[in-house]
């Protein structure tokens, strides 16, 4: 399941199989008395089975797993689609569902698209974090194994909650896929920059939205995955953050598949599907995180 990207922007359409979610759990707001500030998006929200847009109403989606599995471990997902659109689906639903059948709480976020408000996503994150530790006793979470995936523009967003966010808001470990690291010009995703931005952004913006420059010893430990041949976001971005990662003696692990390309989430026809799930399994416990 990929979503094709043209340019800077991401289509307004998609190309999939038939979904193969088993059954989506009930959404749950994160702001039952509506959102603290708006993202001026007028238009409705529209979901066309696979990738959702218009997003002013965010809301999480928990896979919890069998209690007879359930290890503690709860991962928060953040789709991605260059800020203009999420992939819920195969960035999101279907991992949920995968991580929970491997024990792992799959809690899918569906945040506020930024429309140029660059700290609304952020802030949706935050909110998140901080709803799963308010439940962390119901969904049998341990409170000090939350961590945060996200994909692409969405691996943007994950990592910038591993470097800005503080105290139980800040992850406890980072799992990111073919992320949007860093603003800068010969980095960027630009649709991603200029959805998140806006185009009278700052030198000031640059550096506070690049995560590879917001890297700190308290940076939690990351797993990167990706591709060689992604032609949408540049490897580079993946591999200026494990540079930053290391200079700081963050444990952190990168993986570049040879091939790919951009926006491959759960999907099964990715040759390396097999072998993403089993690392990432592995690297949570090689850092006892499992």
Same mark, same amino acid.
């Given at each position: 399941?990929?979503?094709?990207?043209?340019?800077?922007? *991401?289509?307004?359409?998609?190309?999939?199989?038939?979904?193969? %979610?088993?059954?989506?759990?009930?959404?749950?707001?994160?702001?039952?008395?509506?959102?603290?500030?708006?993202?001026?998006?007028?238009?409705?929200?529209?979901?066309?089975?696979?990738?959702?847009?218009?997003?002013?109403?965010?809301?999480?989606?928990?896979?919890?797993?069998?209690?007879?599995?359930?290890? /503690?471990?709860?991962?928060? *997902?953040?789709?991605?689609?260059?800020? %203009?659109?999420?992939?819920?689906?195969?960035?999101?639903?279907?991992?949920?569902?995968?991580?929970?059948?491997?024990?792992?709480?799959?809690?899918?976020?569906?945040?506020?698209?930024?429309?140029?408000?660059?700290? %609304?996503?952020?802030?949706?994150?935050?909110?998140?974090?901080?709803?799963?530790?308010?439940?962390?006793?119901?969904?049998?979470?341990?409170?000090?194994? %939350?961590?945060?995936?996200?994909?692409?523009?969405?691996?943007?967003?994950?990592?910038?909650? /591993?470097?800005?966010?503080?105290?139980?808001?800040?992850?406890?470990?980072?799992?990111?896929?073919?992320?949007?690291?860093?603003?800068?010009?010969?980095?960027?995703?630009? /649709?991603?920059?200029?959805?998140?931005?806006?185009?009278?952004?700052?030198?000031?913006d640059i550096y506070d939205y690049s995560a590879e420059k917001q890297v700190t010893q308290n940076t939690p430990p990351t797993l990167l995955l990706l591709s060689d041949d992604d032609v949408v976001v540049?490897?580079?971005?993946?591999?200026?953050?494990?540079?930053?990662?290391?200079?700081?003696?963050?444990?952190?692990?990168?993986?570049?598949?040879?091939v790919g390309g951009h926006g491959w989430g759960y999907n099964k026809e990715f040759d390396y599907h097999d072998d993403w799930k089993s690392l990432l399994?592995?690297?949570?416990?090689?850092?006892?995180?499992?």
């Amino acid at each position: 399941m990929k979503c094709f990207f043209l340019s800077s922007l *991401i289509c307004s359409f998609c190309f999939f199989p038939v979904m193969v %979610i088993k059954e989506v759990p009930v959404p749950i707001k994160i702001y039952p008395q509506g959102a603290p500030q708006s993202n001026d998006i007028a238009d409705s929200e529209r979901f066309d089975g696979f990738c959702v847009d218009n997003i002013t109403d965010p809301e999480i989606i928990v896979f919890s797993p069998p209690q007879h599995k359930n290890t /503690g471990v709860a991962m928060l *997902i953040c789709p991605g689609g260059a800020y %203009i659109r999420e992939a819920v689906v195969h960035e999101g639903y279907e991992v949920g569902e995968w991580l929970a059948s491997e024990g792992i709480t799959g809690i899918v976020l569906k945040y506020r698209l930024p429309n140029k408000h660059k700290e %609304i996503p952020l802030l949706d994150v935050q909110t998140a974090m901080n709803w799963i530790h308010q439940k962390s006793d119901s969904l049998h979470i341990h409170p000090d194994k %939350i961590g945060v995936s996200g994909f692409s523009a969405g691996g943007h967003l994950a990592a910038m909650s /591993g470097t800005r966010l503080r105290g139980i808001e800040r992850p406890d470990f980072m799992v990111l896929f073919y992320p949007v690291i860093s603003m800068t010009d010969s980095l960027t995703h630009k /649709g991603s920059r200029s959805n998140l931005l806006g185009h009278l952004f700052t030198e000031t913006d640059i550096y506070d939205y690049s995560a590879e420059k917001q890297v700190t010893q308290n940076t939690p430990p990351t797993l990167l995955l990706l591709s060689d041949d992604d032609v949408v976001v540049t490897p580079l971005n993946s591999i200026v953050f494990y540079q930053a990662l290391k200079a700081n003696k963050v444990k952190s692990s990168l993986c570049i598949f040879p091939v790919g390309g951009h926006g491959w989430g759960y999907n099964k026809e990715f040759d390396y599907h097999d072998d993403w799930k089993s690392l990432l399994i592995r690297w949570l416990r090689d850092n006892r995180i499992l």
